[in-house]
């Protein structure tokens, strides 16, 4: 070594420090966080291009002639409101929080929050409401009195039809009641039967399928929106119950059913023989149908994880463009579905039966952002700014 040579000791040198970075999943299809809210940067001079200034000095306090063109639309309250609200809001948050978001979860309006929406906003107490605001509940003795009466009045021979009719017709509170509610009766008006005449429902055909007919009438769709829906069996194979008469054979069926636009269902069925057993899955299953919350109608609200049995699964939403990338049974559920960006990890069992389960499970059990802006009482866009990235 050349002793004229200085040497330098490595452990006196600070060593360089970076912030730590967490690799996030992203929920949508716009860029990274480290893409956004970059700070703006103004190379060429105001001066020298002749154009208005800044966006930043444009945000001036009110003068006193804009101060007395606004008394005249505003409230000296409202006017005080105004004052602080300027005051409250920092004129850098403008400039570079204060885009407009054309995405479905984008205010309707812009400066206009006198309409009451309820999605985003608390309910308010409608000050109009016609109910007396003195109105309470009776106590026992009252409740006493009432009934006392009503046995006078009775006839010289009861029935059970007086007591419903006094049930009915009862008052539990006490005060003015100036709108006259809708009560609900405890006589039931005639239910028209399966078979009956009056039930407009299109059946030229005399050979048409009587279970169609019923499950029309069960579920409200048409013979339209049935032709629309598709289903899948995904599950098929014999079972064998043994009893003291010998095995007694029969097929399983586990078939899906969904329109392809948000409704999925999952029906199971068992017969003697296959035909029937096919047929009792698929109109289960579309009985069962139930609709399914999809994010931009592509994917799914974050991850939700499943589990039926010993099979636990995981559906992850994705970017467009994606895919569905998961087992063959959680595909056909979200084809028929529609969802066209997920993807799936099974671990433990891989049981077809309870992984069908477990992955219906899975998809109704997303959280909406309007549920955590409900639960936490913020506005959507609040919630939607923490957990699906969105500018505010």
């Known amino acids: 070594m050349n002793a004229s040579r200085p040497v330098r000791c490595l452990l006196l040198r600070p060593i360089p420090t970076r912030p730590a970075s967490f690799r996030s999943r992203p929920f949508h ?43 005249k639309h505003y409230s000296p309250e409202q006017l ?59 106590n026992e003795d009252e409740i006493v009195k009432d009934f006392a009466q009503w046995v006078k009045d009775l006839p010289a021979e009861p029935t059970r039809l007086d007591y419903m009719k006094f049930m009915d017709k009862r008052r539990m509170t006490v005060g003015s009641e100036k709108a006259e509610r809708a009560p609900t009766s405890a006589l039931a008006p005639k239910l028209p039967r399966i078979n009956d005449p009056e039930i407009r ?19 409200g769709f048409t013979s339209k929106d049935l032709k629309k829906i598709r289903t899948k069996n995904l599950v098929c194979h014999p079972v064998v119950n043994q009893t003291r008469m010998g095995k007694i054979r029969s097929w399983y069926y586990l078939t899906i059913a969904g329109n392809g636009n948000g409704l999925l269902g999952v ?42 049995g010993a099979v636990e699964l995981k559906l992850m939403t994705r970017p467009p463009g994606f895919g569905v990338r998961c087992q063959q049974y959680i595909f056909e559920m979200c084809r028929l579905a529609g969802i066209t960006d997920l993807a799936a990890r099974s671990s433990r069992s891989r049981n077809p039966m309870n992984t069908v389960k477990a992955a219906f499970q899975a998809l109704k059990k997303q959280r909406l952002p309007e549920e955590i802006a409900r639960a936490r009482g913020l506005k959507m866009v609040d919630v939607r700014k923490v957990y699906y990235g969105g500018l505010v």
């Not at 429902?201 to 579920?219: C, F, H």
């Open 80 to 138: 005080k409101a105004i004052e602080a609200g300027e005051q409250a809001i920092n004129p850098q948050d403008l400039l570079y929080q204060g885009e407009l978001r054309q995405d479905p979860f984008g205010l309707k309006y812009l400066d206009d929050l006198s309409t009451i929406r309820p999605v985003i906003d608390k309910p308010v107490r409608n000050p109009e409401s016609n109910y007396d605001p003195n109105l309470r509940l009776k």
């Open 29 to 71: 299809s716009s860029s990274s966080h480290s893409a956004r809210r970059r700070p703006r940067s103004f190379n060429v001079k105001t001066a020298d291009t002749g154009s208005s200034p800044p966006l930043i000095e444009q945000f001036k306090p009110y003068s006193e002639a804009e101060k007395a063109e606004l008394a």
């Open 267 to 308: 029906g199971e069925g068992k017969a003697a023989e296959p035909e029937d057993a096919r047929k009792q899955a698929e109109l289960r299953a579309i009985r069962a149908m139930e609709p399914i919350q999809r994010y931009e109608n592509r994917t799914i609200y974050g991850e939700v994880k499943g589990k039926v």
């Open 201 to 219: 429902y299109a059946k030229k055909d005399k050979d048409e399928d009587p279970s169609l007919v019923r499950l029309m009438q069960q579920t």
